[in-house]
């Protein structure tokens, strides 16, 4: 089943502002239960190629690939061929005759942008050590719903400038939103993709130190693990460096009286977050997780439907 037209998505750039905004209305229309009984796309079959281990990401693909009437299928490297050796190349040219659509959650951003490169269907980026998309447009929804806008929205993110602050930084620029970033000293988000994303936008994007005056006067709050899937040799260190950008009740004071707390999961809770602070009014983490769901099968929809 060789495509003649596809649209990847391995970053948040690979769509406009107005793409985004369409997948989102989609998404809220969904989860309201809107054509709960259509199945768009019904008689495909979706890829779930999970190097990393999951919960969210799997479970809500799985879910909402049934629910929109295709079929999933996940594949570990154990369960592959790549296991073995077998190339990038060959893989995607293989997986392109059998599938419509495949989803990626690998270490390394540049086999996502190959496996891409080599494919003849959409390739999704479910994670990748660069850029965490999905996730991202599960944030903007819950924004949406809590907010009722995602402009001028002052986001603070405290922590890490991982895959999650690289994508959050797109956001920004493509969708009006004023981010602020306080990360200790060396761990700042990717600085090529800052650069790029203020080039693109006049969206307010500033990294600090100080989590304190990054919280002042947010809106939402969120933060993400310290140490991240495959760096469990610098846990020790990180915890060290990491002390002051906890987000507990005395951060979270510094940002408006109703203010949202974020955080994508899975939580470490009394490392990055406190028990406090995750079960407390202003969490709306479950529902940042339950959008995983919506957001992907609007997305789903969006490259494969029609």
């Known amino acids: 089943m060789v495509k003649d037209l596809k649209r990847d998505f391995l970053t948040l750039m690979d769509l406009s502002s107005e793409e985004i905004e369409l997948i989102l209305k989609r998404a809220i229309e969904l989860k309201s239960g809107k054509d709960?009984?259509?199945?768009?796309?019904?008689?495909?079959?979706i890829g779930l190629l999970l190097e990393k281990s999951s919960t969210r990401t799997r479970v809500s693909l799985e879910v909402g690939i049934y629910q929109l009437g295709a079929q999933a299928i996940y594949?570990?490297?154990?369960?592959?061929q790549i296991g073995r050796g077998e190339t990038i190349h060959d893989t995607a040219k293989v997986l392109s005759r059998y599938l419509d659509a495949v989803v990626m959650r690998t270490d390394s951003h540049n086999i996502l942008i190959e496996f891409a490169s080599h494919s003849s269907i959409p390739i999704i980026n479910g994670l990748s050590d660069l850029h965490h998309p999905c996730q991202i447009?599960?944030?903007?929804?819950?924004?949406?719903?809590?907010?009722?806008?995602?402009?001028?929205?002052k986001l603070t993110y405290i922590g890490d400038g991982n895959n999650v602050a690289n994508s959050l930084i797109e956001a920004a620029?493509?969708?009006?939103?004023n981010l602020v970033m306080a990360c200790p000293k060396g761990y700042e988000p990717d600085p090529d993709i800052l650069k790029k994303a203020k080039a693109l936008s006049d969206s307010r994007i500033v990294i600090m130190t100080d989590p304190r005056v990054a919280a002042d006067n947010s809106d939402v709050v969120y933060t993400d693990v310290w140490i991240s899937m495959g760096q469990e040799k610098e846990a020790a260190n990180k915890k060290q460096n990491f002390t002051e950008y906890q987000l507990n009740n005395k951060l979270l004071s510094y940002a408006r009286k109703d203010a949202i707390v974020l955080h994508c999961m899975p939580a470490h809770r009394g490392e990055e977050i406190t028990d406090e602070v995750i079960d407390g009014p202003q969490s709306v983490i479950f529902d940042q997780a339950e959008n995983r769901l919506h957001t992907q099968k609007a997305l789903l929809e969006f490259l494969l439907a029609g």
């Open 173 to 177: 620029s493509l969708m009006g939103l």
């Open 137 to 153: 447009l599960a944030d903007l929804m819950t924004i949406l719903e809590k907010k009722g806008r995602l402009k001028d929205i």
């Open 75 to 80: 594949m570990s490297p154990k369960d592959t």
């Open 36 to 45: 709960a009984d259509k199945c768009p796309l019904i008689g495909k079959s």
